[in-house]
């Protein structure tokens, strides 16, 4: 059965940075999968944020955090990361990862939060002075 642990969030000023992690396993397709971050702001709709594939490793960022925020992904370590430089208070949320099968693309972020009823319990990232 797959798991999916998040970890790495806190409390930071806004212009800080963090580096959030997440560990899968059980998965039956790591290898052909592809692995994104996904964001909750209270009282919001969950957002996609970013992606990664196995394969090619092409990513996809959203616009707001285009340029700030860097996925990267440790196929030995079965593990997903996303380096977050240059924090915005609207950055605040609970974030979550997740695995399917797929190309990464906006599409398939979108994929995920209409298909996903079952998240792992993510890493709360606060971004405030």
């Known amino acids: 059965q797959l798991q999916v642990v998040e970890s790495g969030g806190g409390l930071v000023q806004p212009g800080g940075s963090l580096r959030l992690s997440c560990t899968v396993s059980?998965?039956?397709?790591?290898?052909?999968?592809?692995l994104g971050w996904f964001r909750q702001a209270p009282g919001k709709e969950r957002e996609g944020v970013s992606c990664?594939?196995?394969?090619?490793?092409?990513?996809y960022y959203t616009g707001s955090v285009q340029g700030r925020f860097t996925i990267s992904r440790d196929n030995a370590k079965n593990t997903l990361y996303l380096q977050m430089n240059s924090l915005k208070p609207e950055d605040t949320a609970m974030y979550y990862c997740?695995?399917?099968?797929?190309?990464?693309?906006?599409?398939?972020?979108?994929?995920?939060?209409?298909?996903?009823?079952?998240w792992g319990q993510g890493t709360q990232v606060t971004v405030s002075s």
């Open positions: 059980g998965s039956t397709f790591f290898d052909q999968n592809v």
């Open positions: 990664i594939s196995y394969n090619s490793g092409r990513t």
């Open positions: 997740a695995e399917d099968v797929g190309a990464c693309s906006a599409s398939w972020l979108q994929f995920v939060l209409g298909a996903r009823t079952n």
